[in-house]
């Protein structure tokens, strides 16, 4: 019972924040990569690259390579080297991004009120809890499927 709760709550959760992501797109034209992208790398200070995008958001190389070049030509992006190494470009979030970024974490605002609704403080201090073990155990046992044990995947936002 407990399972098919998790999988059903996952797919309603899946359908509303798209819902709420895909009305941010729609105001600025985004397709949902790109804003995926926008905020990924707005919440996740220190990933920077389209491999850092692809590994830990899951999305395929050719729609991250296509919307980070969409993001280039709309001012939205540039891409870096850093230092001497010239094998790895970084991307970096332009000014001319931020309203479509505020208008994202928006989005993700939306979603979270829909999400906690009639949570007191108190039970949100409490799941919040209660996620931060459900995410040690996903990352443990994903370390430990991968042959990454020892190493952990990063809590992405």
Request: net charge positive; glycine share 6%.
């Amino acid at each position: 019972m407990l399972q098919s709760q998790f999988i059903n709550n996952q797919i309603l959760g899946n359908i509303i924040y798209e819902q709420c992501i895909d009305h941010a797109c729609a105001q600025h034209g985004l397709i949902r990569t790109e804003m995926d992208i926008l905020l990924f790398l707005h919440n996740n200070p220190g990933y920077d690259t389209a491999t850092d995008i692809v590994r830990l958001r899951h999305l395929s190389k050719s729609h991250v390579s296509k919307s980070i070049q969409a993001l280039k030509e709309r001012g939205f992006l540039t891409t870096f080297y850093q230092g001497s190494n010239r094998r790895t470009i970084h991307l970096k979030l332009c000014s001319a991004a931020d309203g479509v970024i505020a208008e994202g974490l928006r989005a993700q605002e939306r979603f979270a009120a829909v999400l906690l609704a009639d949570f007191s403080e108190e039970e949100k201090t409490q799941f919040q809890k209660y996620l931060h073990r459900i995410t040690n155990n996903l990352q443990t046992h994903f370390s430990s499927r991968e042959g990454l044990s020892g190493s952990s995947v990063p809590a992405i936002r």
